[in-house]
């Protein structure tokens, strides 16, 4: 078998697209903030702005969905002060607002932490489970970032062959990933 120390540490980070898989959370997170539609769109739409032109200061590895939700805890604050100046009174539950926002993002750093921790073992247990042929290309494409052309080459196959089987292969390691969490 060959050894996976950092599949997840290596794989490519898409910081858009991990924005984008948070959005139903994000929405339901603000909404459950505000109690208004119309805030919570506002509110989202600013937390994505801010998030995307700060994501080269977030850190890949670190938890994405703490980072966007403490900057939507923070906007949610903000339009809550702006509410508060435009009607001229203080929006009730204020103080209560501020020990909810801390505590769901609190739990939802150490859920997502947990998530991580327990997909990682998976995939590693589903990995070891691959023929070894399969486990070298995977390692070969993924970890070592090789080309189709240099992979075809090598095993002997065409770049349509190479791009089959690596499909092939990710979707077997989904199901099995799948059926190992839903299991543990």
């Known amino acids: 078998?060959?050894?996976?120390?950092?599949?997840?540490?290596?794989?490519?980070?898409?910081?858009?697209?991990?924005?984008e898989s948070l959005q139903p959370d994000l929405r339901?997170?603000?909404?459950?903030?505000?109690?208004?539609?119309?805030?919570?769109?506002?509110?989202?739409?600013?937390?994505?702005a801010i998030a995307l032109s700060k994501s080269?200061?977030?850190?890949?590895?670190?938890n994405l969905k703490a980072w966007v939700f403490q900057i939507a805890s923070n906007q949610t604050k903000r339009w809550r002060r702006e509410e508060s100046r435009r009607n001229g009174r203080?929006?009730?539950?204020?103080?209560?607002?501020?020990?909810?926002a801390a505590n769901v993002t609190e739990?939802?750093?150490?859920?997502?932490?947990?998530?991580?921790?327990?997909?990682?073992?998976?995939?590693?247990?589903?990995?070891?489970?691959?023929?070894?042929?399969?486990?070298?290309?995977?390692?070969?494409?993924?970890?070592?970032?090789?080309e189709l052309s240099d992979l075809s080459s090598e095993f002997g196959l065409t770049n349509n062959a190479i791009a089959q089987k690596l499909f092939r292969i990710r979707k077997r390691l989904a199901s099995c990933i799948a059926e190992t969490l839903k299991t543990a």
Request: one cysteine or more; a negative charge.
């Open 1 to 19: 078998m060959i050894p996976f120390p950092a599949v997840i540490e290596t794989t490519a980070f898409s910081f858009e697209a991990e924005l």
């Open 28 to 48: 339901y997170f603000v909404l459950s903030l505000t109690a208004s539609r119309h805030a919570a769109d506002e509110i989202v739409q600013d937390t994505n």
């Open 56 to 62: 080269e200061v977030f850190q890949p590895g670190t």
């Open 90 to 100: 203080e929006i009730a539950g204020d103080q209560l607002f501020g020990n909810l």
């Open 107 to 146: 739990e939802e750093t150490a859920l997502s932490e947990q998530k991580f921790v327990d997909e990682q073992a998976a995939l590693q247990s589903c990995i070891g489970k691959l023929r070894p042929k399969h486990q070298e290309l995977i390692c070969a494409r993924y970890l070592q970032n090789r």
